[in-house]
């Protein structure tokens, strides 16, 4: 199994800075890509950034030129810094992983982790 831990989110004006981290434990080897994703109450769980294991990222439109998303891989770790956050960006920020297409690696992860709550003030 593979663990996926959030944190790094909070409280902050329109216009301020957070980076979240999340720290992926288990059989990290059959990681490939990783993404931040985000849900709002009474919103659909969205993309934010994704990034896979070479570095090459995508964003959502709403946060491009204001977010970022990086990986460490010899430290198991994702990133999403966040700048210019907007009111917008409220909301609970979750990140996941892709299995990797290996006999040695599951189909999937399972189930998503708590997240952490990102919220922005006008």
């Given amino acids: 199994q593979v663990q ?8 902050v004006q329109a216009g301020g800075s957070l980076r979240l981290s999340c720290v992926a434990s288990g059989d990290t ?3 490939s890509s990783m993404g931040w994703y985000r849900q709002a109450p009474g ?8 990034i896979t ?3 090459s990222t995508n964003y ?15 430290k198991n770790t994702l990133h999403l810094q966040m700048n210019n956050l907007k009111p917008e960006d409220t909301s609970v920020y979750y990140c996941n992983a892709e299995s990797r297409r290996w006999p040695t690696c599951p189909h999937d992860f ?12 006008s």
């Fill in 60 to 74: 959502a439109d709403s946060v491009k030129g204001r977010f970022t998303v990086s990986r460490d891989n010899a």
């Fill in 4 to 11: 996926l831990v959030e944190s790094g989110g909070g409280l």
């Fill in 43 to 50: 919103k659909e769980r969205e993309l934010v950034a994704a």
């Fill in 29 to 31: 080897n059959c990681i």
């Fill in 110 to 121: 399972g189930s998503w982790g708590q997240g952490t709550q990102v919220t922005v003030s």
């Fill in 53 to 55: 294991t070479g570095g």
